[in-house]
């Protein structure tokens, strides 16, 4: 039950395919237009919401996809492939499926994690009218981790301090400096931002107009690179012995809450998630979220390929032949073109959402 024609080489491609399959199904559709930026082509953005189910459903499957941008392509193909095989079928009595599609549109268009102002938009959900987070460790790995030069020794410079820097500190402070989320550095790594990017304001925007009357809800948010290649991974950010956590057991199994292929060996404080976010905005519902994650490269081939994209942005245009190759690496960490990894993409993400329709709708 996969198609591999549900992948795209482009945003635009991408989201046409999204929305013929959501037409067929016979969703609801809604846009959220970027009228600040386009894409690389002059191509209109959007976050797209697309509808199943009954319109007073009281419980709803919500699967988001492009957060960070370029791993669009992979939330993508896994939402259209299946509205193509599950969407005309039957849902469960009160339950609709809810998936948005894009979250990031200018990072999926112009393939690139980040927003147009260079923003994790999965560190920008904060408080902006307060100081924001302070992330201390962050100031000390700064300089290491954004050099003007981009080559195997560059890299292995970077490596060698990061590695010091982590057993000076250890795991926890290190994964909380490097991946925590900053926001002090604009031309820096997992930087948060000094503003709502449009893509927060959209999102929350499409969350209240859809989704405020709902009282159970499973949400996913889509993602690449983190976990072992061909397989996914859960994180789960539900505290234990919290009911949400049980559920998640519940409905995706043991491994969706005991961190079971997660490269990362102590995972960071993550400030402004969309998850998080996604659960302040709807207090009267039982919501339970987890991030699942298509695995790619090991860990320090996706840190590489972070501070790539920077590398790209900043002083790419500097170096044009150099360019052309490190951007090649850099798509290919996160979203591979091989077919063994693509259809494995595809077989499991219809397992797990076929599981959490059949979990939000049973609790």
Request: glycine fraction near 8%; charge should be neutral; aromatic fraction near 12%.
């Amino acid at each position: 039950m996969t198609d591999l024609q549900a992948f795209s080489e482009s945003y635009a491609e991408a989201r046409g395919k999204f929305l013929d399959a959501a037409r067929a199904a016979g969703a609801r559709l809604a846009h959220y237009r970027n009228r600040e930026q386009q894409g690389p082509a002059g191509e209109q953005l959007y976050l797209d919401v697309a509808v199943l189910g009954p319109p007073t459903a009281r419980c709803a499957l919500v699967a988001g996809s492009g957060t960070h941008g370029i791993e669009g392509f992979s939330g993508s193909a896994a939402q259209t492939n299946w509205l193509r095989h599950r969407g005309a079928q039957p849902l469960p009595e009160d339950t609709a499926v809810v998936f948005f599609h894009a979250h990031n549109p200018w990072g999926f268009a112009w393939k690139t994690r980040t927003t147009e102002e260079n923003v994790d938009l999965n560190r920008n959900f904060v408080d902006f009218s307060r100081p924001p987070p302070p992330n201390p460790g962050y100031e000390e790995i700064h300089a290491a981790v954004t050099p003007r030069e981009w080559s195997e020794e560059s890299v292995a410079q970077i490596f060698r301090f990061l590695d010091a820097y982590r057993e000076r500190v250890g795991e926890q402070r290190f994964s909380d400096a490097f991946n925590g989320g900053q926001y002090a550095h604009q031309d820096g790594v997992y930087f948060g931002g000094e503003r709502a990017q449009w893509a927060n304001r959209a999102f929350r925007e499409a969350v209240q107009t859809h989704l405020a009357s709902l009282e159970r809800v499973a949400f996913i948010d889509l993602h690449t690179g983190i976990g072992p290649r061909y397989e996914h991974i859960y994180l789960c950010f539900h505290p234990e012995g919290s009911a949400a956590r049980e559920r998640a057991r519940a409905w995706w199994g043991e491994r969706a809450v005991n961190l079971a292929g997660v490269t990362h060996k102590k995972l960071a404080k993550y400030t402004g998630t969309i998850v998080d976010a996604f659960e302040s905005m709807l207090p009267r519902a039982a919501v339970t979220s987890v991030v699942i994650e298509f695995g790619t490269l090991p860990r320090e081939g996706v840190q590489r390929a972070g501070m790539a994209q920077r590398w790209l942005r900043f002083e790419g245009a500097k170096h044009p032949a150099q360019a052309r190759l490190v951007q090649r690496d850099y798509e290919e960490a996160f979203y591979p073109s091989e077919t063994r990894w693509r259809t494995a993409a595809l077989e499991q993400s219809l397992e797990f959402l076929d599981r959490a329709v059949r979990g939000v709708s049973s609790s």
